[in-house]
Structures are given as structure tokens and as C-alpha cells.
């Protein structure tokens, strides 16, 4: 079924004698193309694959053909689920809830905050389903002869199936028996491995999104050699609680990830951007709004939050951003100077792309912490790295963070205005099929993954060589 049409609600932004003789271009074109179609076809939303010239530095991605039910597909069966029961109040499943009256052909994705934060490969696979003709601020460029691609992506919308199985019945999450979760993991992989493009490269050269520490939990182990979008590599230490002494075969080795072949991406920020234009007087030094107690790592969060309870013009909140707890999120990180960013389960969360949404200078204590885009921008340019070990000194860092002048702060927040739009994914189109902003999230990950591809070839050649039975791994030749 082909997608509804949304470019006549795009707005108008070239003369009209130029997007006449455009239009009389693009059907010119499209009728050569006609009568020579690609020889791929796919089960994903049904686009125009008209063809135009793009920048000579884009990345050109190959989408593989699964069967919709591994991505729009699945949307579909999410919103015939009854409420998350991990949640109060699932705003995907109020009483009269509106939001999917009706197929589409590209369902809306999710509200439910547990959800909502992985969003990227939504958004990723709707710039990919987009008409070409209407990708010009796209850094990918779409191709439908996979020998044509720098990459191969793999369009498994892995986070929405692992939090589908996890709202439905999380007991049979780590088990395999019932789990449809992994059934659909076992799909996804057996279709990968047995392609002509993962026999050639070794899956060295596919793309998958795994922003939920757990997606594609049961066959990270298969899928190692690609290349992983994460939002950070905490997920990847995960010991099943079953296991005795470390050794179980469940666990995930760390040289499965990374930042040599792998892309650190932003969390999907659930909190409204404030422009600086916007911005009012802040009467707290510090905020946080979250869970006190985690696992791991996030143990330091419990010790950090005894310290600062009750500190003065400190605000510290327990909960998570549902529709109440989201208006005293705005509301704290809009009013603060300085937001709180301590490890959690992992190193990172979405609380700090919904500070920098909010222009409050991020805290990041979080000694193992890994960022979306660095070498493209500098977090120290807007935020506050304070080690673990001096965050936990009694005073210390409320000390620190008065110490920083009001021009200090108001630079960092000029700074922060200035890259907001990296880490923003939505582009306002319904099912997510439309241009993307040229300066936003989608494209900022393309850029990083390109500037993988030189190692990822040397691999794939030294692969090639290799004696059988022996495995060559990705390596860093650094002295």
C-alpha cells in the first residue's frame, strides 16, 4: 500500500517558473526511469525511486529488503496492545486515544516515554523511505543496487520489538521459548546472513540502530562485526542474573563494540526545545528529576543524591517524564542554571539531550561516558565534566558550580543553542516520511558513519585473505 502523498502540505520555497520547469524535469526522468527499474524491490512503504543529484561527499546506503512486519509492521501490532503496564497512564492508550484510527501506511511511532527515547530508527528509516526528489538536504543517498553502497541498512526496528516483548510479558525476555521478541531477532539475522552483501563483507559493512541497551539482545554475539548505532556501551556488559562467576556464554564481550567501527547517536529528547531567544531567568542552581536507585554504575547517582537533597536552590526529583512528570521536568530544567547527568543503569540517558533542549548547562558525572558526534562538536564548550570520585566530596560540587561566573554560564548556554538541532530527529512529517532538517540528528549520524567506512574497507580486504578458521579483528594501528 503506497503512502499518502504529504508533499502538497510542504511549503513553498522556490519561484514558481523554476518549480514548473523542476516538475517538468522530474517527469521527464521519471518516465526514462519507467522503462529501466531497479532490479530490488521492498516491502517497506512504497516511495518514488526517482533519482537526483546529490553532494559528492554523501553516503550512499543500500536498504535491505525485510519483510514490513520487522518495521512498519510492527508499529501496526503496537498500537492493538493494551496499555504498558510498566507505566501509569500510557498515553498511547488512554480511553479514546485517536492516534491510530485507522491503517497507515507509515504508523505514527510511539508517546510512551519508555519508548519514545529510542526512537532513531524511525526516523532514520522514514529519510531513507523518503521520495528522493525530496531529499536534497539529505547526507544519504538511497540506492537500490546494493554493489552501488558504501553501506547496507538494516531497517529492524530492534528497540520497539525488544520494549513490545518487555510490556507484554518481561519474564520470558531473556528466554528464548515464547519470546517473540526473539523470534524476530532470529528473522532479522538469518535474513542478513544468508545475503550476497553480508557473504561479501561479513556484515562489516551493515548498519544497525540498537539505542535500547537490550535490543537484539539474544544475537548481539552474530551481529558484532557491523556496524552498531548505540547511544553508549554500557548495554554491551550486561551479565545475564542466571550466570555464577562471569562466565556465562551470555555475556557480551566489550571488543564486540567499538568507537573504531561503531556510532555513538542522541537519545530521542522527549522535553520541548527552548531557544535561546526564549530563555527567562533560572532560580535554581541545579536539577534533577529521575530514578534514586539503579544498577551498576548507577549506584553513584543514590550517593550523589543524599549529598545534594538538601542542599539550598537545589532540586532534586524522583520520577519519570509521564505526562505530570514531564511539565516538572520542563519546568526544572528551564528554572536551573545547571542539570544533573549521573550514570545510570548506563553511562548515559535522555535526560541530557532534554538539558541541552532546555538550554541547562549539563553536569555529566559519569566517568565512562561516550557522546554522540565528538570531533564534530566539543561538550566542553556547554557542559560541566566533573569525575566520580570529586562529585562524591561532601560540598565539593555545589562549591564548583557556583564558582562559575554568569558569563561563563551564559556563553555555555550560547554554545549549547548553537549545536541543539544535531540532536533533534523529528521532522515533522506524519509517519516520518519527508525532509529532514539539514543540520539535524539523521544526518549528523551518516557523517559519523562515513568517517568509519576507511576502516571498515581495510577490514573487509583483510578479511578476504584471511586462512579459513581464522578471524581478523578490527584493529587500531595507533602507536
Known sequence: MAPKNNSTSLPCTVPTLFLCFSLFCTLTFSLFLLFNKPTTTTTLCSISHSTVQTPSDSIKV???????????????????????????????HESGSTRMSGKLDCPPYPENPLIKQYSAEYWVLGDLMTPQELRGGSFAKRVFDQREADVIFVPFFGTLSAEMQLSVDRGLFRKKAGNEDYKRQREVVDFVKNSDAWKRSGGRDHVFILTDPVAMWHVRDEIAPAILLVVDFGGWYRLDSKSSNGNSSDRIQHTQVSLLKDVIVPYTHLLPVLRLSEDQPRHNLLYFKGAKHRHR????????????????????????PNATGKEQSIRGMRGSEFCLHPAGDTPTSCRLFDAIQSLCIPVIVSDQIELPF??????SDFS?????????????????????????????????????????????????????????????????????????????????RKPPGVSIPLRCHCT
Open 374 to 379: 565528538e570531533g564534530m562538536i566539543d561538550y
Open 62 to 92: 543500500f536498504v535491505a529488503n525485510l519483510p514490513r512486519s520487522l518495521n512498519y509492521g510492527l508499529l501496526e501490532k503496537y498500537w492493538t496492545l493494551p496499555p504498558d503496564s510498566r507505566i501509569p497512564n500510557d498515553p498511547d
Open 297 to 320: 554504575g548507577g549506584i553513584v547517582r543514590e550517593k550523589l543524591w543524599d549529598l545534594l537533597v538538601n542542599e539550598p536552590v537545589v532540586v532534586m526529583e524522583e520520577g519519570f
Open 384 to 464: 560541566v565534566f566533573v569525575a566520580v570520585s570529586d562529585a562524591l566530596r561532601p560540598k565539593w560540587l555545589v562549591s564548583r558550580l557556583r564558582s562559575i561566573s554568569k558569563n561563563q554560564r551564559e556563553k555555555f548556554r550560547r554554545n549549547m543553542a548553537q549545536v541543539q538541532p544535531m540532536f533533534v530527529y523529528d521532522n515533522g512529517h506524519p509517519g516520518g516520511i519527508g525532509p529532514i532538517p539539514p543540520d539535524g540528528a539523521v544526518n549528523s549520524i551518516w557523517k559519523k558513519v562515513q568517517q568509519k567506512l576507511p576502516l571498515i574497507e581495510e577490514a573487509i580486504i583483510r578479511d578476504r
